[in-house]
């Protein structure tokens, strides 16, 4: 067990590409979430899976967010068109049911 | 709705002094309590939880928070900081009969530690 794993660690795109992150999770973690950190905010929910399911989005969620965890393991989140409040610390969490979350060390990406 | 308030948003002690983080949760009943702590550059780490029970918490690193339903608080604690604590420390609060979706993070406290 070497705790959630987050890829990559930082990343620099430019307005209006796509960018997709990647989350492995403690293996026993049946719940996955995830939560986006902007400069001087606490972490807000954005979504999350149980198992394969994604069971929740936020309403800051946008259409141009998608997340998937096609086989209850590891989960992507993509973001197509990014724009520059898209930049953000984007954080990954797992837990076992209900238990506290167990945080990633997430992925910062910087819109230019 | 529920919501969480840090009313200090940077803090600055002396390493060895005492420690108090303050933190008001507003919601309708009895809520699930938390304390994360965050490096820079890293993700948060929990110190501590409260549920129900004993209204004095204990965590790791030495942390302790204390329930408070009166005063609606769940104030951080630690008698004698070491200069490992720097870091911003998050307060979150959920409802005790959803998941972890329901999260509300607090904006944070960042402390500094002086020689």
């Known amino acids: 067990d070497t705790g959630v794993s987050q890829n990559p660690r930082h990343k620099i795109t430019k307005r209006g590409q796509n960018v997709t992150f990647r989350c492995d999770p403690i293996s026993e973690h049946n719940r996955l979430y995830w939560y986006r950190q902007t400069l001087g905010q606490g972490p807000e929910f954005l979504t999350y899976?149980?198992?394969?399911?994604?069971?929740?989005k936020s309403r800051l969620l946008s259409d141009r967010f998608s997340a998937e965890r096609p086989k209850g393991s590891f989960s992507t989140l993509e973001i197509q068109r990014t724009e520059q409040g898209d930049s953000a610390m984007y954080l990954c969490?797992?837990?076992?049911?209900?238990?506290?979350?167990?945080f990633g060390n997430g992925t910062r990406l910087t819109v230019t | 709705a529920q919501s969480v308030t840090q009313p200090d948003i940077h803090i600055t002690v002396s390493e060895g002094a005492s420690l108090e983080l303050r933190c008001n949760y507003s919601?309708?009943?009895?809520?699930?309590l938390f304390w994360y702590v965050q490096s820079p550059g890293q993700g948060l780490q929990l110190l501590l939880k409260y549920f129900s029970g004993d209204t004095l918490v204990q965590g790791i690193k030495g942390f302790e928070a204390e329930f408070k339903r009166s005063q609606s608080s769940f104030n951080l604690r630690k008698p004698s900081v070491h200069w490992r604590d720097a870091a911003e420390y998050f307060c979150?609060?959920?409802?005790?009969?959803?998941?972890?979706?329901?999260?509300?993070f607090g904006t944070g406290t960042r402390l500094t530690i002086i020689p």
């Open positions: 979150a609060v959920g409802p005790t009969n959803f998941g972890n979706e329901k999260l509300t």
């Open positions: 899976f149980q198992n394969e399911a994604q069971l929740e």
């Open positions: 919601y309708g009943a009895t809520p699930y």
């Open positions: 969490a797992g837990s076992l049911d209900n238990s506290p979350l167990h």
